[in-house]
């Protein structure tokens, strides 16, 4: 299974901008599907961001145009540009793989975000 370690979480206020990143234990051209997850208080885990090859990124509704999933094939690490950020998005964001060829899942340990005046 693959090691995921998420950073870039934290408190910021409402229209405020963070970067998530996470770093990832194997090669990344191993990964067919990457990308974000997030919980928010009393929530169920949705979608935020998610990227399978060939394919372009999709974006949960709540958040298009505010957020952006982006990688580095040189790090082995992934990322998420949140700008204009607002009270909703409060939630613990989790970095989430699928590595081919085995279709395994691999989930990080999950990075806070609070966004709060």
């Known amino acids: 299974q693959v090691q995921l370690v998420e950073s870039g979480g934290g408190l910021v206020q409402p229209g405020g901008s963070l970067k998530l990143s996470c770093a990832a234990s194997?090669?990344?051209?191993?990964?067919?599907?990457m990308g974000w997850y997030r919980q928010g208080p009393g929530k169920e885990r949705e979608q935020v961001a998610l990227?399978?090859?060939?394919?372009?990124?999709n974006y949960a509704d709540s958040v298009k145009g505010r957020f952006t999933f982006s990688r580095s094939n040189a790090k082995n690490e992934l990322y998420l540009q949140m700008n204009s950020l607002k009270v909703e998005d409060t939630a613990v964001y989790f970095c989430?793989?699928?590595?081919?060829?085995?279709?395994?899942?691999?989930w990080g340990q999950g990075t806070q975000v609070t966004v709060s005046s």
């Open positions: 990227y399978k090859n060939g394919d372009s990124t």
């Open positions: 194997a090669n990344i051209f191993s990964f067919y599907v």
């Open positions: 989430y793989v699928k590595t081919w060829p085995t279709a395994t899942a691999s």
